[in-house]
């Protein structure tokens, strides 16, 4: 049936390859090409671009944000899939197996469907024939492999279905009842294993717990009023970091849930199997394990719910404390428990499923448990799977470090995907080179054969434990470190107003500095608009045009040299700051502290293209774009320095409103550019920064108001840049930042602490069956007491401290690349590593102990007689 299947998709791979290559494909304006000669069409007209110029509005273009760019760019897929599809009819026809080649050419076919609809051409029937033969292939060739496994199935099924009919009318008749001593024994067996439900209802109440109080404490910060003047960047930017919290506890939650019900499941096997020696009939016992699983959730949930409430009302007074709000926010609590309720039910629904189809074939009713198969060591493609693994770990390390991609996860994601490839397949080459030698392999074979029966389980759990040290070395330690180094919230902000002035404000300030007792400055400026303000993401791929434009735009400060000189002269007097700026050099300034993540000034990222990590800047207005004019509306810059310092204030983290540098002469040129349309693009020139004195605060943020009114058309493109920005709040929601920020991350690191011992233990509660066999089996041998505890001790210390020791070696790379990448000074530097180093310290201390007492009581239980 194999080679019927091969034969019939090697026969239709020919067909749709001739369709593609020979029927015509595509309508455009009314003329119908095959591809080949579309492209060469466009060829002759000089290239795509030539080609859309001379058959499309450019209006009409611009106004739809349709074009047949983009499509002419997918038209290459059909032709891909023509040469995977040959490729497959020449193996399938000469008996070879190319079951990857049909994977990639279903993927193909898939994607190209897709990118159909981005297309402004029509197409033709080819295209539909082609697309249900690639479904015809699909099905039709799996219909011709499990037509005879179909009917022996259906014939099996047919068979049990008909002895469950007999068995349960055999069980329907059962003529008495269960004895008083039989439930007895049942709940004395449910007694003794108590510290099975505790485990797992402990771990799970902890999970309960944990996003109750996450979900209270951001239900509390979403319902502050208007009136409490919340930063909407600050929110942003604390929301962000609640789900980064929460995306880390659930993933975290759920692996330890699968866990914890797998160790569950195989502790209590065998007391399932004494219920049916016993008489029970398995209905009964279905229902008594369903009974007892829900139970055990239900209480978990409560349990939950029940340490959440004692610490929410705790932690939501610390937190609006911090960011300065005093008054009483109310929480509905029948909601949050709902919503709590959910979530922790869909992740212990998850981890169930997860186990149901590990022990789908298992009989947890068995009163035989059956060991535990021997697992196969990986064979295929093992050098191509480590030399991947190895590109993985340095991209994922790069792209984090530096790039579009910075401080990102999902680079860490891609690294920690290298390493797996590394334990698997390097794992497997390495333990193949070891026993090669026989008396290598026999001086060290009590510690092999764990590895040579048990590879995949020990290599999972070695991961597992490696990902977990490696999220909290890398990345939260540092973080928190980096909060902890972070400067006082009065010196983010060293001016109590900063307004971006339009020509003509001349006379408002005027009045303002005759009414107030104020010390004001005024220096020339021009808005600076970048292409894109924060890190490429599905958020903005979704706000992207069809035409290359991303939202949202970045918009900052530019000054020229001698500014930033006088500014900076009055932050730092003792400093001199000779820039020697020429042309399109620019100096950026970030204004954030050290807690902030590292930026670029313009994240804007094309696959299509290199465009290096210069900026593409245009001074005044926000103007749409698109892929032909981007770099005359917006041209690329040169960074020929940049650092990190607060001239005007943090008032957004160091997103936006940044300070761009230019030359004296450069910036002259862009004001006046500027001027020159300012009556089409009205846009600020005038950088002014007040001091009150003692009492005024309020009274000069009453009057400001009116300037910010009159200029509210400034913040229509993004709500949070606004025409003037004051201290006190700004300085309050820096503070509940900090606070926040260090809750977070020093709770997650301790979570990540706590997981590593909690899988740790779960490893090896797995086990201790075989280890305690095997110890009786070397002390029946001779082997004294001493030689089986250290031996007992290296086992576990592969798991303990090998992947501690791994994830402390790699985290180096990210300790060290914190304050490079942050632009940190060396003072804050030399404050940060040695805050790191005493967190550091303090992780290893605990980890340590919490590995000594775990082995020490795994030892115990394996001694037992």
């Known amino acids: 049936m194999k080679r019927i299947a091969n034969r019939f998709c090697a026969v239709v791979g020919i067909v749709i390859s001739c369709l593609i290559f020979f029927a015509k494909w595509l309508s455009f304006q009314g003329v119908s090409y095959t591809i080949l000669e579309f492209y060469a069409e466009v060829r002759r007209y000089g290239g795509i671009s030539a080609f859309s110029n001379a058959l499309e509005d450019p209006a009409v273009v611009a106004a739809t944000g349709v074009s047949i760019v983009p499509a002419y760019l997918f038209l290459f897929l059909p032709l891909l899939l023509t040469a995977i599809l040959l490729l497959r009819s020449v193996l399938f026809l000469a008996g070879k197996n190319a079951n990857v080649l049909s994977s990639i050419s279903y993927w193909t076919g898939f994607v190209y469907l897709l990118t159909v609809f981005l297309g402004v051409y029509t197409v033709r029937p080819a295209v539909a024939v082609s697309m249900i033969l690639m479904v015809a292939d699909y099905i039709g060739a799996r219909l011709i492999m499990e037509h005879d496994a179909m009917n022996r199935k259906a014939r099996e099924l047919k068979r049990k279905e008909e002895a469950a009919r007999l068995d349960k009318l055999r069980r329907m008749r059962f003529p008495g009842r269960y004895s008083k001593d039989f439930f007895e024994v049942i709940f004395a067996n449910f007694r003794s294993n108590l510290k099975s439900y505790l485990l797992f209802i402990l771990a799970a109440s902890a999970s309960v717990a944990l996003i109750y109080v996450m979900f209270g404490a951001l239900a509390a910060y979403h319902t502050l009023s208007p009136g409490q003047d919340v930063p909407s960047a600050s929110g942003a930017q604390i929301t962000s970091i609640f789900i980064e919290a929460a995306v880390i506890v659930v993933v975290l939650s759920v692996l330890l849930f699968v866990l914890i019900i797998s160790n569950y499941i195989k502790t209590r096997m065998k007391n399932y199997g004494i219920f049916i020696s016993l008489g029970i009939r398995r209905k009964t016992l279905g229902l008594v394990i369903a009974l007892e699983y829900i139970v055990c959730i239900l209480a978990s949930l409560a349990a939950g719910l029940l340490a959440g409430n004692l610490f929410l009302p705790l932690t939501k007074i610390l937190f609006l404390r911090a960011i300065g709000v005093h008054t009483s926010v109310p929480t509905d609590y029948g909601l949050l428990i709902l919503i709590t309720a959910i979530a922790f039910l869909l992740m212990a629904g998850l981890a169930t499923l997860i186990n149901y189809h590990l022990f789908e074939y298992t009989d947890i009713t068995s009163s035989a448990v059956s060991e535990t198969k021997k697992e196969k060591l990986p064979k295929r493609l093992l050098l191509v799977g480590l030399i991947y693994g190895i590109y993985c770990i340095i991209t994922g390390i790069s792209g984090y470090l530096y790039g579009y991609w910075m401080e990102g996860l999902s680079r860490l994601a891609v690294m920690l995907f290298g390493f797996l490839l590394l334990i698997y397949c390097g794992g497997s080459r390495l333990y193949r080179w070891f026993i090669k030698k026989r008396d290598r392999r026999l001086n060290h074979i009590f510690l092999t054969l764990p590895w040579k029966y048990r590879f995949?389980?020990?290599?999972?759990?070695?991961?597992?434990?490696?990902?977990?040290?490696?999220?909290?070395?890398?990345?939260?330690?540092?973080?928190?470190?980096?909060?902890?180094?972070?400067?006082?919230?009065?010196?983010?902000?060293?001016?109590?107003?900063?307004?971006?002035?339009?020509?003509?404000?001349?006379?408002?300030?005027?009045?303002?500095?005759?009414?107030?007792?104020?010390?004001?400055?005024?220096?020339?400026?021009?808005?600076?608009?970048?292409?894109?303000?924060?890190?490429?993401?599905?958020?903005?791929?979704?706000?992207?045009?069809?035409?290359?434009?991303?939202?949202?735009?970045?918009?900052?400060?530019?000054?020229?040299?001698?500014?930033?000189?006088?500014?900076?002269?009055?932050?730092?007097?003792?400093?001199?700051?000779?820039?020697?700026?020429?042309?399109?050099?620019?100096?950026?300034?970030?204004?954030?502290?050290?807690?902030?993540?590292?930026?670029?000034?313009?994240?804007?990222?094309?696959?299509?293209?290199?465009?290096?990590?210069?900026?593409?800047?245009?001074?005044?207005?926000?103007?749409?774009?698109?892929?032909?004019?981007?770099?005359?509306?917006?041209?690329?810059?040169?960074?020929?320095?940049?650092?990190?310092?607060?001239?005007?204030?943090?008032?957004?983290?160091?997103?936006?409103?940044?300070?761009?540098?230019?030359?004296?002469?450069?910036?002259?040129?862009?004001?006046?550019?500027?001027?020159?349309?300012?009556?089409?693009?009205?846009?600020?020139?005038?950088?002014?920064?007040?001091?009150?004195?003692?009492?005024?605060?309020?009274?000069?943020?009453?009057?400001?108001?009116?300037?910010?009114?009159?200029?509210?058309?400034?913040?229509?493109?993004?709500?949070?840049?606004?025409?003037?920005?004051?201290?006190?709040?700004?300085?309050?929601?820096?503070?509940?930042?900090?606070?926040?920020?260090?809750?977070?991350?020093?709770?997650?690191?301790?979570?990540?602490?706590?997981?590593?011992?909690?899988?740790?233990?779960?490893?090896?509660?797995?086990?201790?069956?075989?280890?305690?066999?095997?110890?009786?089996?070397?002390?029946?041998?001779?082997?004294?007491?001493?030689?089986?505890?250290?031996?007992?001790?290296?086992?576990?210390?592969?798991?303990?401290?090998f992947a501690f020791l791994a994830g402390v070696a790699v985290s180096a790379i990210f300790f060290i690349g914190m304050p490079v990448k942050r632009l940190f000074t060396g003072a804050e530097t030399a404050r940060y590593l040695i805050l790191l180093a005493v967190l550091l310290a303090v992780y290893v201390v605990v980890y340590c102990a919490g590995i000594h007492f775990l082995e020490k009581g795994f030892i115990k239980k394996v001694e037992e007689p």
């Open 456 to 801: 995949r389980t020990n290599a999972k759990y070695l991961f597992l434990l490696f990902m977990i040290h490696i999220f909290a070395l890398s990345v939260y330690l540092p973080r928190l470190s980096s909060v902890l180094t972070a400067s006082a919230e009065k010196n983010l902000y060293p001016y109590d107003f900063v307004c971006m002035a339009h020509e003509g404000d001349e006379e408002f300030f005027q009045d303002l500095s005759a009414d107030y007792d104020v010390q004001m400055e005024t220096y020339p400026m021009v808005r600076i608009d970048t292409l894109l303000a924060e890190p490429f993401s599905f958020n903005t791929l979704k706000g992207s045009t069809n035409n290359g434009m991303f939202f949202p735009l970045g918009q900052h400060i530019g000054i020229s040299e001698s500014t930033y000189r006088t500014l900076k002269k009055i932050i730092r007097p003792d400093e001199k700051n000779s820039l020697n700026l020429n042309g399109r050099e620019i100096h950026v300034v970030f204004q954030q502290d050290t807690s902030q993540r590292a930026r670029l000034l313009d994240w804007y990222y094309s696959p299509m293209e290199d465009l290096g990590y210069d900026p593409h800047l245009r001074a005044g207005v926000i103007c749409n774009y698109t892929l032909n004019n981007r770099d005359e509306l917006y041209p690329p810059y040169r960074i020929k320095s940049q650092e990190k310092t607060i001239l005007t204030g943090m008032f957004h983290e160091g997103d936006q409103e940044n300070i761009v540098v230019f030359s004296d002469s450069y910036f002259e040129e862009l004001r006046q550019s500027v001027l020159d349309r300012i009556e089409e693009e009205p846009s600020p020139t005038q950088l002014i920064t007040l001091k009150t004195a003692d009492g005024e605060y309020q009274n000069v943020s009453e009057h400001l108001k009116v300037f910010t009114e009159k200029h509210a058309a400034d913040t229509y493109v993004d709500p949070t840049i606004l025409p003037c920005y004051g201290k006190q709040a700004s300085q309050s929601f820096a503070e509940g930042g900090h606070f926040f920020k260090a809750i977070a991350f020093s709770v997650t690191a301790l979570i990540l602490l706590i997981s590593s011992l909690f899988v740790f233990y779960l490893k090896y509660s797995l086990e201790i069956g075989e280890l305690r066999r095997r110890n009786q089996l070397l002390e029946a041998v001779g082997m004294n007491r001493r030689e089986r505890v250290h031996l007992l001790r290296s086992d576990m210390s592969v798991h303990s401290r």
